[in-house]
């Protein structure tokens, strides 16, 4: 067996009955956290050039690939398998000028035609509106920015948030604000969702999927009826 393999079948035992209870108990969303946590380690010893933790971070990384994996063949979705298939077959689809018979000069060529071939292929994700007011979100954000970037726009576009964000609420919390008070709140409110078992990234990132849906979704029957 190969290395992989071997944290496959490893991974696949954790879960497995007589397993590890904690290992047992984790699911997709539970594990966000530690995958936020084990990439920003990882960020940390490429920044220091720190090889020999940067192999140990990377290790750390993968567990975290095979882990979601394991999950999803118990739930019988798709497996470590097909995820290695998936991005293999993405690569050589989007590299024809080293897989094919394409020529391609420089970087900024590459990037260009990687974009084209992007933009051509099917996703699997939720269809993006190149009409909606939250095109431009970069998704990638953390939650905190997230957030932060789609009250703008919903400000900022004057876009139909009524009953779906509590302005009055806003309004109240904003009035004379200061810098440690809204520190203070923002650790408050951390902290207690570590006393409720609540992954605070995880959760404003959902309210910011439900804010983002419903404003769309409202902006669009609203465009719809002009």
Known sequence: MSAIDDLIH???????????PWDIEQTHQSLCDCLVEECAELLDTI??????HMREELGDLLLQVVMH???AAEEKRF?????????????????PHVFGDM?????????????????????????????????HLPPMLP????????????????LPAENVIDAEAIK???????EKEAGHMLFTIVAACRHAGIDPESALRREC??????????????????
């Open 10 to 20: 490893t991974v696949a035992r954790l879960r497995g009955p007589g397993g590890c």
């Open 47 to 52: 920044d220091r050039e720190d090889f020999e």
């Open 79 to 95: 497996g470590f398998e097909e995820v290695a298939h998936d991005i293999n077959e993405k690569l050589v689809r989007r590299h």
């Open 69 to 71: 994996a394991q999950m």
């Open 172 to 178: 109240d919390k904003s009035h004379g604000l200061t």
């Open 143 to 158: 939650a905190l920015l997230y957030a932060r970037e789609l009250y703008k726009q919903i400000i900022k576009k004057e």
């Open 103 to 135: 020529s391609l000069d420089d970087s900024e060529a590459v990037l260009a035609q990687w974009d084209k071939i992007k933009a051509a292929e099917k996703k699997n994700g939720p269809a993006i509106d190149e009409n909606g007011p939250f095109k």
């Open 209 to 226: 999927r439900r804010v983002q849906d419903e404003v769309s979704t409202r902006a669009s029957e609203e465009r719809q009826r002009t």
